[in-house]
């Protein structure tokens, strides 16, 4: 956690704002792809790509 306050942090003082997005759809697709390993859910995970 305390590398996400800090992340959050550099993001508030630098006025990078446009990070976000591109920070939560790596988390996204990070999750798809743990997800797709390996359970029943495989299959509708590749239907989306």
Same mark, same amino acid.
């Given at each position: +956690?305390?590398? $996400?306050?800090? $992340? *959050? &942090?550099? +993001?508030? =003082?630098?006025?990078?704002? *446009? !990070? &976000?997005?591109?920070? =939560?759809? $790596?988390? %996204?697709?990070?999750? !798809? #792809?743990? #997800? &797709?390993?390996?359970?029943? %859910? &495989?299959?509708? =995970?590749?239907?989306?790509?």
């Amino acid at each position: +956690m305390d590398f $996400l306050s800090e $992340l *959050w &942090a550099f +993001m508030r =003082v630098r006025k990078k704002f *446009w !990070l &976000a997005p591109i920070i =939560v759809f $790596l988390l %996204v697709f990070g999750g !798809l #792809l743990i #997800l &797709a390993q390996g359970t029943a %859910v &495989a299959p509708f =995970v590749y239907t989306i790509f």
